[in-house]
């Protein structure tokens, strides 16, 4: 008599199943407590499910047979691979947000160089030598700025005390422009000062090569406080508003320091809008760290992030409760990370000191290095400023509409890897993790709206700098009253579509033609 082939059950098979299947059970439970529970023990149901299928084909079927062993092993290793990317790509997206710190910001102490000392003998034939240490100068003159900059002056004088063991002269200005015209005519030593102004210095006449006519003989190093909270918007549920800064210094991001880009995103999850609202940099408007004195927008950042979302949120009439900074050079590498944007090029032009970086008119590609590019030139364009805020505002679109297409999905790794480090945002990542799963689950279209306020140029001393007039740009009021109406109407859930931005004036029926 024949004898029956007994049923064998692929025993490796099993336990790595079984392993794998647990491994992910504890996954989830254990370090994804941003989502519901129901998803937990979703996933752990529909793993258990794989697991009794694969056990009974395995009991049924002989392992002999081609397709039984097809299907254990590719199963086998798709349940494998889940289970090492899946704690790979957490741990990517929580070291992302556990690194947006930012909340330190960095006050110098600055002398100038032997160097420029002596090519400028005629003003400094009398004074101190260039010392590379702060005790060599206990004797010197400390040029400080305390009205302007309080917190870090008055953090950093107390460092002072306490490395030189004693009181020292201080001579006080009242703009940081005038302090770094003291340092340059030898009205003092030493100059303290935030490195978030080093900027401002940068733009005056005269002191346009600080950075390379100064050392550094000592750093302090303030810890900050607001801006840090993770934002708990329920993103997924109720409209919020963003508000994108970025600036084209070097270094480390901070939550202190001016914003050359100053961008609100309103966004609307149950209706699927979007408003993007551009302002120019130069914008005067109310400084809230000043009592409500009037400054150019982009130094309401050098007094924290936090100053700058209050004096947005009461000059558009919006609470914005969410930031994204990042340093202009560092989403070069994003927009790679995305494999480029494609954006419709209203007018063809060339980068102002490179003619090879030219940009087409229509729709154009960009990665990278011209994306950089792309949203920087201003001094080709023929409405300066303006056309720069007008190319960021594409971009913007053409990055919201690539992370939120199916295309994104296969450059997830790249783009978490380019990410790390690039950014600081307060929104919490249970909210991005919510809100990537609402647009996954959903396939939303979004419709999105921009617009970007004009204005017109003039001279004013600001609050950030009481002693020297600066270049600023006057807001149409018409314009910034359709833009709030805009961005009331996304919150509010009402249909927008993109209108023409009202031609800027500044009369109004209230003001006659004092409107501003």
Known sequence: MSRKRKRRINPVFLWTLLL???????????????????????????????????????????????????????LTIAVLIASVLMPLYTDKISELFSSLTG????????????????????IFWNSMGTYEDLQSYAEGRFITMVSTDTENQIYAADEIRKTLNKQ??????????????????????????????????????????????????????????????????????????????????????????????????????????????SMPRDSFVPNPAYDGAKDKLTHLGLRTIDNTL??????????????????????????????????????????????????????????????LHYVRERKTLPDGDFGRNMHQQLVMKAIISKITSKEVITHFNDLLSALQGTFLTNLSSESIYALCRKQLDENISWNVVNYRVEGEGGMEYCASAPTTALSVVYPYPNQVEFVRQVINDVVSGNIVEQQEMPQGSFYTEENGNNGY
């Open 103 to 122: 909340n330190k910001t960095k006050i110098s102490v600055y002398v100038l160089t032997s160097e420029y000392k002596n090519a400028h003998n005629d």
């Open 168 to 277: 020292f002269h201080v001579i006080d200005r009242a703009s940081v422009q005038e302090a770094a015209a003291s340092l340059y005519n030898n009205e003092g030593d030493v100059l303290v000062m935030s490195e978030a102004m080093e900027s401002l210095v940068t733009d005056t006449e005269g002191c346009e090569n600080f950075r390379s006519d100064t050392i550094k003989i000592a750093t302090f190093v303030r810890t900050i406080t607001g801006g840090t909270e993770p934002s708990r918007s329920k993103v997924t549920k109720e409209p919020f508003s963003i508000f994108f800064g970025g600036n084209d210094e070097t270094g480390e991001l901070s939550l202190v320091g001016r914003t050359d880009v100053d961008m609100v995103v309103t966004v609307n999850p149950n209706t699927h809008q979007i408003s993007i609202v």
């Open 20 to 74: 794998a299947a647990c491994g992910l059970f504890l996954f989830e439970f254990a370090r994804m407590p941003m989502f519901p529970l129901r998803w937990t023990f979703l996933t752990a149901g529909v793993i258990l499910l794989v697991l009794a299928v694969l056990f009974l084909l395995s009991c049924k079927a002989s392992i002999r047979n081609s397709f039984i062993r097809i299907l254990n092993g590719t």
């Open 310 to 371: 209050n004096g947005l949120s009461s000059y558009l009439d919006e609470p914005i409760e969410n930031y994204v900074l990042i340093n202009f050079t560092t989403y070069e590498k994003i927009i790679d990370a995305l494999g480029g944007v494609d954006v419709d090029n209203p007018y063809e032009f060339h980068f102002w000191d490179n003619y090879d970086m030219y940009f087409e008119q229509g729709m154009i590609h960009l990665d990278g290095d011209r994306a």
